[in-house]
C-alpha cells in the first residue's frame, strides 16, 4: 500500500500510553531473573524527554537510579507491579496509574511514531534486544570455559 513504517521503541510508546501527567514515567517489561527491560522519561506539560535509553537493569539497581529523584514516579508496563512491590521501601515516590492507562496501548505506538521526523526503510527494521537470551548466554559461558 506504500504507507510509510515506523519503528519505535516498545517502552517509549508505553510511556507515551500513559496520557498526559507530570512527572517522571517508568516503563518496566518483566525480564525475569529480579531484572527489567526499562527506560526512564519525563513528562512535563505533555511533553515526554527521555532520560535514559532502553536498557535491561536489575530492580536494585533501577532503586538506585530513582530513589532521589523528586517529582512522581508513574510506573507503567506488566513489570509495574513487580517493581512497585519490590522498591516502594525505598523509592517513596512511586505511582501505579490506573488499569487502564498501565499497560501499552496502540495510541502510544501511534504517538511515538507521529514523534519520529523521517519514515523507515521496512526492509531494515530489526528487533532490539537489550540482553542475550539465556540459550545464548550459556552458548557463551561454555565457550568461554573450553
Do not use: W
Not at 18 to 46: E, T
Not at 58 to 76: A, H, R, T
Not at 86 to 112: C, F, S, Y
Amino acid at each position: 500500500a506504500e504507507l510509510p513504517c515506523y519503528g519505535v521503541s516498545t517502552l517509549e510508546a508505553m510511556a507515551k500510553s500513559l496520557g498526559v501527567y507530570q512527572g517522571y514515567i517508568c516503563p518496566a517489561m518483566d525480564a525475569r531473573r529480579s531484572q527489567v527491560y526499562n527506560a526512564l522519561f519525563y513528562a512535563n506539560c505533555g511533553k515526554l524527554t527521555r532520560i535514559c535509553p532502553d536498557r535491561a537493569i536489575s530492580l536494585q539497581d533501577l532503586g538506585e537510579d530513582v530513589k532521589n529523584l523528586q517529582e512522581p514516579i508513574f510506573l507503567v508496563g506488566d513489570g509495574s507491579i513487580l517493581c512497585y512491590n519490590t522498591l516502594k521501601d525505598v523509592v517513596p515516590n512511586l505511582i501505579l496509574p490506573p488499569e487502564g492507562r498501565m499497560h501499552q496501548r496502540a495510541v502510544g505506538v501511534g504517538l511515538a511514531a507521529l514523534a519520529q521526523e523521517n519514515p523507515d526503510d521496512p526492509a531494515t527494521l530489526t528487533p532490539n534486544y537489550l540482553r542475550l537470551s539465556q540459550a545464548e548466554r550459556e552458548r557463551m559461558e561454555k565457550e568461554k570455559n573450553k
